[in-house]
């Protein structure tokens, strides 16, 4: 059983993603699919005059501000567009996808901040209204029940708070969560990069592998977003995962290249 999760930067290519997953799936490949929707949220969110805002925590996390309105925009995008977008190729693909966020049957289950420490222009802030939060719990038994009936679960942030809340959640991290949970062999985090690059954005300085006890001292070379990506990796190793690989999803085969070991792979 593998998790693959792709991300929603700008040059994914959904199609070969999809294609890929298909084939793996009628090989009587077992696996789940979460995924992401950061670039077309930001741009729907221009379009509707509600601009995003992003927030640097003191230790260095860039997140998104996710107020009430920005919240429904949100699961517009990942739950309508990009979730519905997934379902319908890969339904068109002869795969009966079923798309759920994390909200329904409380798959990903978590606490809800409420407020956001933001640090501008070398002060912090306090910032309240935030709809965010963290993966603490997932929820398998819907997940169990879908993939034992033939069904391919495709996943998606929001979470649910304790309260019943719609949380904002990295989608990296809930993959990781995620793969611990279901007790996965490898998790699959595919992105608009070639993996883990040493000098971003030098596309040549690939790191090829990572030894699973040091992955966090890799963090050093993860700016921003990257950052969750390599937490969500330590985490998902230290759950029992035995492989993690940061893949690239702009052509080809990105799932079948990534398990053949093509990206950075942390074992
Ligand atoms: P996605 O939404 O596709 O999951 P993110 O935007 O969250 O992806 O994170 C991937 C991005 O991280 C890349 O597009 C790249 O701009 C950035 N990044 C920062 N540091 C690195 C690094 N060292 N290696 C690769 N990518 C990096």
């Known amino acids: 059983m593998n998790i693959v999760k792709v991300g929603g930067s700008a040059g994914i290519d959904y199609d070969a993603v999809c294609a890929d997953i298909a084939a793996l799936w009628k090989a009587g490949q077992k696996l789940v699919l979460v995924h992401g929707g950061s670039g077309e949220t930001n741009r729907i969110a221009e379009a509707l005059g509600h601009p995003p805002r992003f927030v640097t925590s003191p230790s260095g996390y860039t997140s998104r501000f996710t107020d009430r309105e920005t919240l429904e925009i949100f699961e517009m995008v990942y739950c309508g567009k990009i979730n519905k977008g997934i379902v319908e190729r890969l339904q068109k693909l002869g795969v ?46 819907l997940v169990d029940l879908l993939l034992n009936a033939g069904y391919l679960p495709v996943l998606t942030p929001p979470a649910a708070s304790y309260e019943g809340v719609a949380i904002n959640v990295d989608g990296d991290r809930a993959a ?75 052509a080809g085969q990105p799932v079948s290249a990534a398990l053949g070991g093509a990206g950075t792979v942390v074992s």
């Open 96 to 141: 009966n996808a079923v798309g759920l966020s994390g909200l329904d049957g409380r798959i990903f289950e978590g606490r809800h901040k409420d407020s956001v420490r933001s640090v501008e222009n070398g002060k912090t802030r306090v910032l309240r209204g935030d709809h965010t939060g963290t993966v603490e719990k997932v929820n398998v038994e």
């Open 176 to 250: 990781a969560a995620l793969a611990v949970a279901m007790k996965a062999d490898a998790l699959l985090l595919l992105s608009n990069v070639p993996g883990l690059l040493r000098n971003f954005p030098d596309e040549s300085s690939l790191i090829a592998s990572i030894p699973a006890a040091d992955v966090e001292r890799y963090l050093e070379f993860a700016q921003d977003r990257m950052k969750k990506k390599v937490l969500g990796a330590a985490e998902a190793v230290a759950g029992g995962v035995k492989r993690v690989i940061f893949g690239d999803a702009r």
